[in-house]
Nanobody
Framework: QVQLIESGGGLVQAGGSLRLSCAASGRTFSSYDMGWFRQAPGKEREFVAG????????YYKDSVKGRFTISRDNAKNTVYLQMNNLKPEDTAVFYC???????????????????WGQGTQVTVSS
């Protein structure tokens, strides 16, 4: 069982930055691949970024490449999402999620993940 708690959301002007954190309980955090998703009102939950259990591999939605950076600190059981040059279209509830590495499994589908946090609101004003 893994419990995930996100923090770091808030209100920011377009062009600003936020860093989201996701703290995980349990001693097996380093065994899990991690992902960040977001969900805007009236829209489906979408993949934003993912990172392998070791931190060696990272993956991004095309629209956030060059602006967002995912990272993890396994010693602190925490995954981060640094978001720069934020745009109003980034406004959403952001969720972190954990999944066990499975073969050639991908990172982009919510159904691939085993555990989810409660989410943190990010609002970008124009």
């Amino acid at each position: 069982q893994v419990q995930l708690i996100e923090s770091g959301g808030g209100l920011v002007q377009a062009g600003g930055s936020l860093r989201l954190s996701c703290a995980a309980s349990g001693r097996t955090f380093s065994s899990y691949d991690m992902g960040w998703f977001r969900q805007a009102p009236g829209k489906e939950r979408e993949f934003v970024a993912g990172i392998s259990w070791s931190g060696r591999s990272t993956y991004y939605k095309d629209s956030v490449k060059g602006r967002f950076t995912i990272s993890r600190d396994n010693a602190k059981n925490t995954v981060y999402l640094q978001m720069n040059n934020l745009k109003p279209e980034d406004t959403a509830v952001f969720y972190c999620a954990a999944k066990l590495p499975v073969g050639n499994g991908g990172y982009t589908l919510p159904r691939q993940y085993n555990y989810w946090g409660q989410g943190t609101q990010v609002t970008v004003s124009s």
